[in-house]
Antibody, heavy 119, light 110 residues
């Protein structure tokens, strides 16, 4: 069965960096686009970034473009999110999610990892 | 990349039907047939309920249905059950190969 397991969350000071990872299993990772989506405490979902199946195409939300970098290592079945210049308002649970097969939707989600930006 | 507009809350009694709307623009909902809907329980990850406007993934009850007209998409839940009480989010593919979510709707089953 499909499993997505995020890690790397924690407490970080404003302006600092953090890298999240998402370990994938149960499907052919190298064939699917992958996303990061975040959810601030008590708030709604916010799409962050997407990377194509082979890593050649990457797209970002305006709010993170230039500070966050999405990447993947298909040999390790792992998705990454490098977050630089973090802001207090980016405190959130960060989810990784998989593109559906033949559909434009996120069909499987991880359980999320909490990032807290605080001094 | 403005969020899609959803009502903050809707409610209904068991057995009734409810509809949640999701309004965007011609650059997202109105421009593509790529609206999806997600169900989220407190403290849990979202679950895909509808994709490509009106398609249900395997295992999702046929009580859930989706539609779209112009820049507004809708999720309808018929035969409401207590277990349907959750937050619901719409999402759309948007220009620039991005995605956008709605602000979410809290469904209360009375």
């Amino acid at each position: 069965q499909v499993q997505l397991v995020e890690s790397g969350g924690g407490v970080v000071q404003p302006g600092r960096s953090l890298r999240l990872s998402c370990a994938a299993s149960g499907f052919t990772f190298s064939r699917f686009g992958m996303h990061w989506v975040r959810q601030a405490p008590g708030k709604g979902l916010e799409w962050v970034a997407v990377i194509s199946y082979d890593g050649s195409d990457k797209y970002y939300a305006d709010s993170v473009r230039g500070r966050f970098t999405i990447s993947r290592d298909n040999s390790k079945n792992t998705l990454y999110l490098q977050m630089n210049s973090l802001r207090v308002e980016e405190t959130a649970v960060y989810y990784c999610a998989k593109d559906g097969a033949g559909q434009v939707a996120l069909d499987y989600w991880g359980q999320g990892t909490l990032v807290t930006v605080s001094s | 990349q403005s969020a899609l507009t959803q009502p903050a809350s809707v409610s209904g009694s068991p057995g009734q039907s409810i509809t949640i709307s999701c309004t965007g623009t011609s650059s997202d909902v109105g421009g593509y047939n790529y609206v999806s809907w997600y169900q989220q329980y407190p403290g849990k990850a979202p679950k895909l309920m509808i994709y490509d406007v009106s398609n249900r993934p395997s295992g999702v009850s046929n009580r859930f249905s989706g539609s779209k007209s112009g820049i507004t998409a809708s999720l309808t839940i018929s035969g409401l059950r207590a277990e349907d009480e959750a937050d619901y989010y719409c999402s759309s593919y948007a220009s620039g190969s991005t995605r956008v979510f709605g602000g979410g709707t809290k469904l209360t089953v009375l």
